[in-house]
């Protein structure tokens, strides 16, 4: 990947006035609160986080997101910012070559086709999706949500199953260099049918990591900062596809929280307690679907369900 992008260049006290804008005492609370949740996450990154420069590790190379609202307009200041051209192609996939995956453990041709015709033109499918929230996480992922989520209008994770009961958008979007057109980024961007809310606007690649044998599935999330997720790819003998983030030590597949710290490195908290499992299958009615499970410290908090059918199949 390039360089890291600035989303944007709102300062703090932009990130204030850019929060509910109802006139309501309220929207005010509202507005500190998710203020301060925000810089208490940020200097827990600082405080407790590893400094490392960035020509040291590649692999964290991201795109940084500054305080204030990401939203579906993330992929066009991306492609302002990095002079980059933003296609919406109705064939693209999160993977255009599936065998990228390879390595000494895992074999892309052992996959169940179906799944791999997924990864490789996912625009070409509509998502259903259902969720369940667990008691453990309950109350912090409301307030994750309630009070940065939804200011920034990205990682929108759904609270209630109700949320998602009308559906959920899918799109790729693939922003390639001009005239050779090399593709630079690959997004997905996910709303809520119901409210056009942003449940996820990523950045999707392949990377190996230092401590990883084969290489994984990396996904960026511009937040205040960055938001990545490295997974490890695996595959069952029934041919489902697995992707993991349970890695133990930094430089394996895990979840990392990224902030610049001056020009030449990174601050970098890895959290280890912090896993998200994904099994891709194939059901026994021919049905491509997903289950995905993020626990944290041991306890499960959000499970989300998906069902993928083709565009032209009428799903």
Known sequence: MGSPTQVSNRNAAESIAGMPKSGTFRGLIYSILGFLLQKCIEWLVRLTGRKISKE????????????????????????????????????????????????????????HPSIRHFYEHTAQYHLEVWSEVYLAGKFVL??????????MDQLNFPISSLEVAKGMTSEIAQLRESGAGKLKHTGWLRRFRSNGKVIYAGLYSTTTLPGEANPCVKVTFPCYGSSSVYLRPEVHPDG????????????????????????????????????????????????????????????????????????????
């Open 56 to 111: 040291e590790a590649p692999w964290l190379d991201c795109v940084i997101g500054r305080a204030g609202q990401i939203g579906t307009g993330v992929y066009q200041q991306i492609a302002n910012e990095e002079r980059l051209e933003l296609s919406w192609p109705e064939d693209a996939g999160l993977i255009p070559e599936f065998s990228a995956l390879n390595g000494t453990g895992f074999h892309a041709d052992a996959v």
């Open 142 to 151: 409301w307030l994750l949500v309630e009070f940065i989520s939804r200011q």
């Open 240 to 315: 489902s596809f697995g992707l993991r983030s349970d890695g133990a030590a930094f430089g394996r597949a895990g979840f990392y929280r990224v902030l610049e710290s001056g020009k030449e490195a990174w601050r970098v908290r890895n959290f280890k307690t912090l896993h998200e499992l994904f099994h891709v299958y194939v059901d026994e009615d021919g049905v491509l679907r997903t289950d995905h499970t993020i626990t944290f410290v041991g306890l499960t908090i959000l499970r989300l369900h998906y069902k993928m059918t083709r565009k032209h199949n009428g799903g």
